[in-house]
């Protein structure tokens, strides 16, 4: 079983639908957590760091991380087409982990106009 | 951009040879690190330098190596490469080298081993 569990998808929405996210993890120690979105060929870019568990709010994104049931979500609100790419959550255990981050599979979304 | 530059962007190369891919890290930025992506695997973490010194180990292959000059660019050597070895290539850098600090990627090295 692998530490970080992602629904590869893909994921299809029209236009301003709101889209949801979501990984689920393993390892308890993991408390740094993140969201990146990659384009096709493209390095991953850092959407959303959340340390711990709450909500973050970053304009049309917001970040949720439930340590509890070890589950973090991305809800994309007012979805574009520009949004359509892979989406990566990693995590990272602090500690001994250094900056070690553990990804998930990774989602495709596409948001048709 | 996120400031991490990598180079090549891509390489060709035949089975049994050895490549240097190259890292300059943002400005600033102290830790470097090397992710390998591949379809069945996606990222997987390979290892991490702080300042000259390693930091974190994944399940890096022993014919893959990496160090860290004092000008802080890195290198990922990989050798004896084989079908399989063929990925994207990612380095990353943050200014400190624990996970309190914002991780940012380059835009890869692609690799194709034929």
């Known amino acids: 079983q692998k530490e970080v569990e992602q629904d590869p998808g893909p994921l299809s929405v029209p236009e301003g639908a709101i889209v949801s996210l979501n990984c689920t993890y393993s390892n308890s120690a993991f408390q740094y957590f993140m969201w990146y979105r990659q384009y096709s060929r493209k390095g991953p870019e850092l959407l959303m760091y959340?340390?711990?568990?709450g909500n973050k709010e970053d304009g049309r994104f917001t970040a949720q991380v439930d340590k509890s049931s070890k589950y973090i979500s991305l809800f994309i609100r007012d979805s574009q087409p520009s949004d359509s790419a892979t989406y990566l959550c990693a995590m990272n255990a602090g500690g001994t982990s250094y900056g070690k981050l553990t990804f998930g599979q990774g989602t495709i979304l596409t948001v048709h106009p | 951009d996120s400031g991490v530059t990598q180079t090549p962007k891509h390489l060709i190369t035949a089975t049994g040879q050895r490549v240097t891919l190259r890292c300059s890290p943002r400005s600033g930025d102290l830790s470097v690190y090397w992710y390998q992506q591949s379809l069945d695997q996606g990222l997987q973490f390979l290892i991490q330098y702080y300042n000259g010194e390693e930091r974190a180990k994944g399940n890096i292959l022993e014919r893959f190596s990496a160090q860290q000059f004092p000008d802080l660019h890195s290198e990922l050597n990989l050798s004896s490469l084989e079908l399989g070895d063929s990925a994207l290539y990612f380095c990353?850098?943050?200014?400190?080298?624990?996970?309190?600090?914002?991780?940012?990627f380059g835009e890869g090295s692609w690799l194709t081993v034929v």
């Open positions: 990353a850098s943050s200014v400190g080298d624990d996970g309190r600090n914002t991780i940012y």
């Open positions: 959340t340390y711990s568990s």
